[in-house]
């Protein structure tokens, strides 16, 4: 099940393991126990630090297992086999548990200690999912770092009656002792945003030594804030950069074929390259993070969620953009039950099903086509007469039988039943007749909003919410800039955002040198 690539990839990878490991299975009869005890005793194999040992610790199932370290529980638990993307997530949590420092700011790891009372995460997965294995990350690192949160990942493939009994349609789904703590698209900083509204008293910690005055702050961490921090820190400049992820929406891309000198990549291989790059300069990194405010002024204040304060002399907004909502009856009530933003991701779940995507533009018919590949039919809607994706893509999408398209049609309410969505109304907007679709999911694919709602007061933003800039990358604040997908620049591009952000740190420099 593993390669010799891969196990010699691992016996790398575990040679600097401090703590003995043990993978406890399941003791129990399972059709997939055998296929996965194989899997667990390849991996074993790699390392004198790591052991299997087959007991009954009452865990949920047969192919369930956990971890300990020298001999004590340290509330990691998977469930089904962790291949395909969730394969990270098992050789990062027995490596940090035998000592790999964690990726989190020392003010987050703070706040997670700070929890007083027993928290049991289940973190529903797919293993073709490639948001989930943040999501799983992330707690897994919770619990190392608090004997008080235990978290379990869960195969929703390998627990399709537990999946029904809970009706969840959508991947990452996480539930918190017992109860729905967050579902659809989520990530590290939104974990804890939800963990400080429902725990407010741990974000009451000791403050750490401050930060000394920064030259330049970056707030953002995709191609722009990247790019940014980077140009800022080769200038010799005391630079932070304050993310809730690094990649931003990148990370989410699947393909990408237009970044200029590299033909093909994935969103996930450029994410790890763009923090490659920015761990090569003394760059300090908060990420899972998101700043609550901001004080104008030749000195800038910048208050973070943890309750951290920073300094700064000059500030480079990158905070890009979101995926737009319908904004109709229904679709927020339903996320996670059948509305739904990442076809990828949540595409596997409706497999034999008919689904609809909102939305003609690249993303809505590039959607289209890659659900058409596990769904029974999809029903492309547009608002526009016509559809603003490449004719190369919407002739596929004509060809396609599993594939209808409809025009100049507006989605006016998504309709549910029992908690699970079985249709959508749109207006025909050519009769003024509302027609109704009956089908179990609906992607959204129309657009991006700017990240902008916490600068409102701070800089000068469009009625859409994008930062107006000049040519140098100036907003109308002195001493602030911006750049990318937040920004009133044309093309929202990645080597566009780059360029940009990379300006913008040329002309905060400027500013400096100036002052």
Same mark, same amino acid.
């Given at each position: 099940? &593993?390669?010799?690539?891969?196990?010699?990839?691992?016996?790398?990878?575990?040679?600097?393991?401090?703590?003995?490991?043990?993978?406890?299975?399941?003791?129990?009869?399972?059709?997939?126990?055998?296929?996965?005890?194989?899997?667990?005793?390849? &991996?074993?194999?790699?390392?004198?630090?790591?052991?299997? #040992?087959?007991?009954?610790?009452?865990?949920?199932?047969?192919?369930?297992?956990?971890?300990?370290?020298?001999?004590?529980?340290?509330?990691?638990? !998977?469930? +089904?086999?962790?291949?395909?993307?969730?394969?990270?997530?098992?050789?990062?949590?027995?490596?940090?548990?035998?000592?790999?420092?964690?990726?989190?700011?020392?003010?987050?790891?703070?706040?997670?200690?700070? $929890?007083?009372?027993?928290?049991?995460?289940?973190?529903?997965?797919?293993?073709?999912?490639?948001?989930?294995?943040?999501?799983?990350?992330?707690?897994?690192?919770?619990?190392?770092?608090?004997?008080?949160?235990?978290?379990?990942?869960?195969? @929703?493939?390998?627990?399709?009656?537990?999946?029904?009994?809970?009706?969840?349609? /959508?991947?990452?789904?996480?539930?918190?002792? +017992?109860?729905?703590?967050?579902?659809?698209?989520?990530?590290?900083?939104?974990?804890?945003?939800?963990?400080?509204?429902?725990?407010?008293?741990?974000?009451?910690?000791?403050?750490?030594?401050?930060?000394?005055?920064?030259?330049?702050? #970056?707030?953002?961490?995709?191609?722009?804030?990247?790019?940014?921090?980077?140009?800022?820190?080769?200038?010799?400049?005391?630079?932070?950069?304050?993310?809730?992820?690094?990649?931003?929406?990148?990370?989410?891309?699947?393909?990408?074929?237009?970044?200029? *000198?590299?033909?093909?990549?994935?969103?996930?291989?450029?994410?790890?390259? &763009?923090?490659?790059?920015?761990?090569?300069?003394?760059?300090?990194?908060?990420?899972?993070?998101?700043?609550?405010?901001?004080?104008?002024?030749?000195?800038? *204040?910048?208050?973070?969620?943890?309750?951290?304060?920073?300094?700064?002399?000059?500030?480079?907004?990158?905070?890009?953009?979101?995926?737009?909502?319908?904004? #109709?009856? +229904?679709?927020?009530?339903?996320?996670?039950? /059948?509305?739904?933003?990442?076809?990828?991701?949540?595409?596997?779940? !409706?497999?034999?099903?008919?689904?609809?995507?909102?939305? @003609?533009?690249?993303?809505?018919?590039?959607?289209?086509?890659?659900?058409?590949?596990?769904?029974?039919?999809?029903?492309?809607?547009?608002?526009?007469?016509?559809?603003?994706?490449?004719?190369?893509?919407?002739?596929?999408?004509?060809?396609?039988?599993?594939?209808?398209?409809?025009?100049?049609?507006?989605?006016?309410?998504?309709?549910?039943?029992? +908690?699970?969505?079985?249709?959508?109304?749109?207006?025909?907007?050519?009769?003024?007749? $509302?027609?109704?679709?009956?089908?179990?999911?609906?992607?959204?694919?129309?657009?991006?909003?700017?990240? *902008?709602?916490?600068?409102?007061?701070? #800089?000068?933003?469009?009625?859409? @919410?994008?930062?107006?800039?000049?040519?140098?990358?100036?907003?109308?604040?002195?001493?602030?800039?911006?750049?990318?997908?937040?920004?009133?620049?044309?093309?929202?591009?990645?080597? $566009?955002?780059?360029?940009?952000?990379?300006?913008?740190?040329?002309?905060?420099?400027?500013? &400096?040198?100036?002052?």
């Amino acid at each position: 099940m &593993l390669t010799n690539d891969i196990l010699n990839a691992l016996k790398t990878y575990t040679a600097t393991m401090t703590n003995d490991v043990t993978l406890v299975l399941q003791t129990g009869e399972h059709e997939k126990r055998g296929a996965l005890k194989e899997f667990l005793t390849q &991996l074993v194999s790699v390392s004198e630090k790591l052991q299997l #040992v087959e007991r009954d610790n009452a865990l949920r199932s047969p192919i369930s297992f956990e971890l300990e370290v020298d001999g004590i529980r340290n509330g990691i638990e !998977f469930s +089904g086999t962790p291949s395909g993307h969730e394969f990270n997530s098992l050789v990062l949590a027995i490596l940090q548990s035998s000592g790999t420092a964690l990726k989190l700011d020392n003010h987050v790891q703070t706040l997670v200690k700070n $929890v007083d009372q027993p928290l049991h995460f289940e973190v529903f997965i797919s293993l073709s999912c490639h948001n989930c294995p943040d999501v799983v990350q992330a707690l897994n690192q919770f619990a190392l770092l608090n004997e008080n949160i235990s978290t379990e990942m869960i195969d @929703g493939g390998e627990f399709q009656t537990l999946i029904e009994e809970r009706g969840i349609q /959508g991947v990452p789904s996480v539930y918190l002792n +017992g109860e729905l703590f967050a579902n659809g698209k989520v990530d590290t900083a939104q974990l804890l945003d939800k963990l400080l509204q429902k725990f407010p008293t741990i974000s009451q910690v000791t403050e750490a030594e401050a930060l000394p005055l920064q030259d330049i702050t #970056v707030i953002g961490g995709g191609p722009a804030g990247v790019a940014s921090a980077i140009y800022a820190a080769r200038k010799g400049l005391k630079v932070t950069m304050i993310a809730d992820r690094i990649g931003g929406q990148v990370k989410d891309t699947v393909g990408i074929e237009n970044l200029i *000198s590299v033909p093909q990549t994935t969103g996930t291989e450029l994410t790890k390259n &763009l923090y490659g790059h920015l761990t090569e300069y003394d760059i300090t990194l908060k990420e899972h993070v998101r700043v609550d405010n901001i004080e104008k002024g030749k000195t800038k *204040s910048l208050t973070l969620s943890t309750g951290e304060v920073i300094n700064t002399k000059a500030l480079i907004i990158a905070t890009g953009a979101k995926w737009r909502e319908l904004g #109709v009856p +229904g679709e927020k009530e339903n996320v996670g039950n /059948g509305v739904a933003y990442c076809p990828h991701c949540d595409g596997p779940f !409706f497999k034999g099903k008919d689904v609809a995507v909102v939305g @003609g533009g690249n993303s809505g018919i590039e959607a289209a086509l890659d659900l058409a590949g596990m769904v029974n039919h999809v029903t492309v809607i547009e608002f526009l007469s016509d559809f603003k994706a490449d004719k190369l893509l919407v002739d596929k999408a004509k060809a396609n039988d599993k594939i209808t398209l409809i025009s100049n049609a507006a989605a006016k309410e998504i309709i549910a039943d029992n +908690g699970k969505v079985v249709a959508i109304d749109y207006l025909d907007r050519t009769t003024d007749q $509302v027609h109704r679709k009956h089908l179990a999911g609906i992607f959204v694919q129309i657009g991006l909003l700017p990240n *902008s709602e916490f600068l409102k007061g701070i #800089v000068e933003l469009t009625p859409h @919410g994008e930062v107006i800039i000049d040519e140098k990358g100036q907003t109308s604040e002195p001493g602030i800039f911006a750049c990318g997908d937040v920004t009133t620049v044309p093309y929202k591009q990645i080597v $566009v955002a780059m360029g940009e952000g990379a300006k913008a740190a040329l002309s905060a420099f400027d500013h &400096l040198i100036r002052q």
